[in-house]
Each structure stands twice: as structure tokens, then as C-alpha cells.
């Protein structure tokens, strides 16, 4: 009873308040820059190229600005190394029930949601992951929620552990009415209840849709997170800073494209104590009338500027070095006139050391994430098909991330491939899934099965008809 007053309380007080009065400066401020990273990475820029001090509106308007989105590329690359590749994911017991929940057909296509998942974490610091259940059709299924519109409360008896979750947006009904058109769903959860509210900030008043016991004993979602902060229940990424840094690049090269608009041509300069009729055309020389005689102070000479372009453009060029030293992407990624030509795979691994290692610390902190999730999914389905769960942390789960190592040569990868097998380190379905990325592991196997009962039929053994593999093996 003292939980479900608390839980009452905590409602009231969040929509009283409203959820923007509800957070702390610092949460609000970060909650505004990631907004600002939102902008650098859809390319709506130009509304951060700076209007100096003595610009005009029309001048700033019809001012040339320059933008590049250094910022997209940075975190794509990100996501490059993590969930843009097949990840394999393997139960030891519920391997059927999890494929039917990740299966293509059945909701969605699992890789291309953990790439959106990661993509939103890298940019929102943290993107959460509702596992929900749909009655109608009887399965389990997820949602993706930003960041920042997430709010995390501790718990009571351990304030280093969540203790309620709110997830908060404002939404369009599309009403006529403008005190009815903006509403805020407000969606709140702890290990004991749930519930759903509508807001209307115009109006004032609250409206509850739905609400009941929590039936898992936990919060049903998943915090996936680049990094995580010890000080806060939000991620740690550098999105921030690099968009930062593109800020400073675009308003340079505007500088610079202004400096080359306004300066690279010749200015007609005239001297004159008396009125002058001036005669100039493309080929005609300068002719004046009135000119004055020995001693006239009147005079006309075309001035040249001497804009520092060279100067502009090596600071550019030393920021560029920056940006990519700071987010430790290959150079490739923030200039292509850098990858002209085909280097070995050896100077690309070498090369590829610092993203290698930013890959390796979020496959860490997203592998556990991953985890979690699919232990947690597996108690919410078994739950709602009304079977007794096994505890999450006695479901095994294995999460192996593909190779991000440049490609090998085919007898290199034949080698790798043969001492994987000898071992039982891989399968012939990594194989198939390395080939065929789109494919799930049920789907893998299936085809790996058709192919080799067509290969038996027409009499080639399962390596090939050179059988080079067993070769290799009894060597």
C-alpha cells in the first residue's frame, strides 16, 4: 500500500508539474544540446551559421552559408563497427522462442532496429528499449524511445538503482482547436505498476488511459548506451563536442566563401574635387572628363584586396585533423580526396587502430545491453503466454559482434575460416550469415541445408569438389 501511495504521488506531482519544470537545470541543458545534435545530424545547419555583430537581416538572408555534415558521418561510423554488421545471437535453451520474436516476417527486421537503437544512443546519449506485448496478434515486440524524453527516478531503497521510469513527449491530435491539438503522453512504470496519462499543457487538466500491476517484478526496458556515466542513469557520448567542432568548421568556410565573394575582385577607386563623367566598359579603357590639370588632386586606381584564403584554409585543414583525432574515425570519413587509392590490409589495420578501439568499448557496453534484452524479452513472452519464466540470469546468452577487420585475401580468409571450424569456434551458418547479412540464423540454416543437399545430389561433397578443407585438416 505505502509503494502504490508513492506511485500515486510521483504521478501527480510529475503532471503538476509539468515534465519540463520537473527536471534540474543540468538535465534541461542537456536535454537542449542533444536537440541541437538532432539538427547537426538530419544537415539542418545553416540556422547555426552566426549573424555578426552589424549584419544586417537581408545581408545574414542572402549570405552564402556553408555546411557540411561531419557530425552524420561521425556517427554512422559508430554505428559502422557495432550493429551495422550481423551480430549472432545464441540461446541454450529458447533459441525458437527468441528467433520468433527477432523473425523478420513477424515485426520487424532485428538488425536495422538495434542499428536505429545505436544510432539514437549515440546522438540522445541513451535510447531505451520498451519490450511490449501485443495481445491481438499474441507476440512480443520493441520500441525505441530517445533520450530525452526519458526520465529516471531512484529507488527508494537504493539510489544508485532506478526506481521509476517516466517517459514523457509531446504529440499533434490534429484537433482544430489549438488548446486541444498539443497533448502530452506520459507513461510511467516502477517493479510494481504501471500506468498512462494525456496532458494537455494548454488546458491544464489529465486525463488517465490505462494503468494495472506490473506483472514482471521488473521495468520492462533496456537502457542502451555508447558509454555509461556513474554519476547520472543517462549514457556518456562526444556527439556533443563533435558537433561542436562542425559548428566551427561550417562558420568558417562561410568566412571563407565571403571573403572570396567580397575580395576577389578589383575596386574602382576615384579622387575627385570636381564632378567627374565617367565613361567604362568591357572594351573601353577608363575614361574621365574633367580630369584637372598639373597639380589636380583628382585621381582613379583600381585597389585590389589581399584576402588571407591560404591562412583560412590551413586552419581549416588543421581542424579537420582535429575532428578526426577527436572522434578517432579513419580519414576516409571526414574527406575522401584522402582514400584515393587502394592501401594493403596490413596499413589498414594499422590505420584503423583508434576506431577498432572506440568499436571494442560500445560492443562492450551495447553487448550487455543486447543481453539484457534478450533475457528480459523471454520472461515478458513467457509471462503473457501465462507459463512460469525462469529467472533472467539463469537464461544463457551468447552475443558475438561480426569482425571489423579489413578483408582479408581468400587464402588468408580460408585459413581463418578452416581453424574456426577445426575448433568449433564458428559454424558454416557465421559462414552463410557473412555472405548473406539480411538473412537470420533460422534462415542461414535453411539455405545451408538446401545447398548442400543440392551439392549431394550432384555429387560434390560439402567443402567442394577439390576438398581442400579435409586436406588442411589431416595436415
Not at 523473425?103 to 540522445?124: D, G, T, Y
Not at 541513451?126 to 515486440?141: E, L
Amino acid at each position: 500500500m505505502a509503494k502504490e501511495m508513492l506511485f500515486k504521488s510521483t504521478v501527480e506531482k510529475f503532471i503538476n508539474e509539468s515534465y519540463a519544470n520537473s527536471l534540474d537545470a543540468e538535465r534541461s541543458s542537456a536535454i537542449k544540446e542533444i536537440g541541437v545534435s538532432w539538427d547537426f545530424y538530419y544537415g539542418h545547419q545553416e540556422k547555426y551559421i552566426k549573424q555578426y555583430s552589424g549584419e544586417s537581416i537581408e545581408d545574414y538572408a542572402e549570405k552564402s552559408k556553408v555546411t557540411f555534415n561531419y557530425t552524420k558521418n561521425v556517427v554512422d561510423e559508430y554505428v559502422e563497427g557495432v550493429f551495422a554488421k550481423p551480430v549472432t545471437i545464441t540461446l541454450t535453451d529458447h533459441q525458437e522462442m527468441w528467433d520468433s520474436i527477432a523473425e523478420p516476417l513477424s515485426f520487424f527486421n532485428m538488425m536495422p532496429f538495434l542499428k536505429k537503437c545505436q544510432r539514437i544512443a549515440e546522438v540522445s546519449n541513451t535510447c531505451v528499449v520498451m519490450i511490449r506485448y501485443d495481445r491481438k496478434n499474441d507476440m512480443t515486440y520493441f520500441e525505441d524511445i530517445r533520450g530525452e524524453f526519458v526520465h529516471f527516478l531512484p529507488s527508494t531503497e537504493n539510489p544508485r538503482q532506478i526506481g521509476t521510469m517516466i517517459i514523457s513527449y509531446t504529440f499533434d491530435t490534429g484537433e482544430i482547436d489549438p488548446q486541444k491539438r498539443f497533448m502530452q503522453r506520459i507513461e510511467i512504470w516502477d517493479d510494481k505498476q504501471w500506468a498512462i496519462w494525456l496532458y494537455s499543457p494548454t488546458l491544464k487538466n489529465s486525463k488517465q488511459l490505462d494503468s494495472g500491476k506490473n506483472p514482471y517484478g521488473f521495468i520492462p526496458a533496456i537502457r542502451f548506451q555508447p558509454q555509461e556515466d556513474d554519476n547520472t542513469f543517462y549514457g556518456l557520448t562526444n556527439i556533443g563536442d563533435i558537433v561542436k567542432i562542425n559548428s566551427v568548421y561550417n562558420n568558417l568556410w562561410t568566412s571563407l566563401v565571403q571573403t572570396s565573394e567580397m575580395q576577389s575582385f578589383s575596386v574602382l577607386v576615384v579622387t575627385s574635387e570636381t564632378e567627374l563623367d565617367i565613361q567604362i566598359a568591357p572594351k573601353r579603357f577608363l575614361k574621365m572628363d574633367n580630369l584637372g590639370g598639373s597639380g589636380s588632386t583628382n585621381d582613379a586606381k583600381y585597389i585590389t584586396p589581399s584576402p588571407k584564403i591560404d591562412e583560412v584554409r590551413n586552419v581549416l585543414l588543421e581542424l579537420k585533423k582535429e575532428l578526426q583525432d577527436f572522434s578517432k574515425v579513419p580519414a576516409s570519413t571526414v574527406s575522401a580526396a584522402e582514400s584515393t587509392s587502394p592501401e594493403s590490409g596490413y596499413a589498414l589495420t594499422i590505420k584503423r587502430i583508434p576506431i577498432e578501439q572506440a568499436w571494442e568499448n560500445r560492443r562492450l557496453s551495447y553487448g550487455i545491453s543486447l543481453r539484457d534484452l534478450v533475457k528480459k524479452s523471454i520472461h515478458v513472452d513467457i509471462v503473457n503466454k501465462g507459463d512460469e519464466p525462469p529467472a533472467a540470469k539463469d537464461i544463457d546468452v551468447a552475443i558475438e559482434f561480426s569482425s571489423t577487420i579489413p578483408t582479408m585475401s581468400p587464402s588468408e580468409q580460408t585459413i581463418i575460416d578452416s581453424h574456426n571450424l577445426r575448433y568449433n569456434l564458428a559454424t558454416p551458418i557465421d559462414w552463410m550469415q557473412r555472405k548473406y547479412p539480411e538473412l537470420t540464423r533460422a534462415e542461414a540454416l535453411k539455405k545451408y541445408e538446401e545447398n548442400k543437399k543440392i551439392n549431394e545430389e550432384l555429387g560434390i561433397n560439402e567443402f567442394g569438389a577439390g576438398d581442400e578443407l579435409d586436406v588442411y585438416l589431416e595436415e
